[in-house]
C-alpha cells in the first residue's frame, strides 16, 4: 500500500528544481537561499516555481529531507535484515559499514548529490525541524545500528556508549559532508578522498572509537 507520507512523484521540471536547492542549500543552508535563487539557478523564469511544484519553501526543504531520509533508512533496513538472517551482525565493524555505505551515492550514478552536506548544514541550524520532518519514522533503520552496536561494543556505562553514539552521528555527518564537497569540486584532484580504500579506512576509524576501551577515563 503506497505510504501517504511519501514524497510524491514529481514532473522532470520540479525534480530539477529539487536537485538545484538540494546543492545551494548544502552549501549555503536553507537561510541562505531564496526561493527566486532556486529558480534563477534552475534556468526557469517564473521565480514563483517552487510555489507552484511544491507550494513553499518549507515543503520543498521537507521533501528534500525525505528523499534522502527514506532511501537510507531501507537501505539500512535491507542490509540489517540481511546480516539479521545469517545471524548477523558479529562486529561492531559490519554495523559501521552499514551506517556508512546506505549513506553514499544515493543518486545511484557514482556522484554524490548533496544530501549529506544538506542535512549537517540542516542539523546545525534547523535540528527541530529536520527531527519533525522525519517524525520518528525514517530512522528505524539508524535506530537498528545502534541497538547492535550496544549488544557488540565492549562492555561500559549504558550513559558513556550514548554518549559515543553522539560522537559517531557528528563524525559520520561530518566526514561524509566534507568528502561530498570535495569530490564535488572537479577543479583539482583529491587524492585522500578518491581513494579507493577511503570509505574502509573512514569504517576502520570510526571503528575504533566505538570500541576504545573506557578504563583509562
Known sequence: MPDPTAPKPRTDAADHLKSVARLLFAERGID???????????GQK?????????????ALVREIILDGAILIDRRRNEWLDERESRGGPRSVREVVDVLIYAG???AGDGA????SRFVVMLGMTHRQFFMDTLADRW???YLRCLEHLRRLMPAMP????????VFMGAYLGSVLAAREAQLADTARDHPSWQSDTALAHFALTMTAMLECPADRL
Open 32 to 42: 541562505g537561499v531564496t526561493v527566486r535563487d532556486i529558480a534563477e539557478v534552475a
Open 46 to 58: 517564473n521565480h514563483a516555481a517552487v510555489g507552484y511544484h511544491f507550494g513553499s519553501k518549507d
Open 104 to 106: 553514499v551515492d544515493l
Open 112 to 115: 554524490e548529490n548533496g544530501y
Open 139 to 141: 530512522n528505524s533503520g
Open 158 to 165: 549504558a550513559a558513556l556508549k550514548n554518549q559515543r553514539f
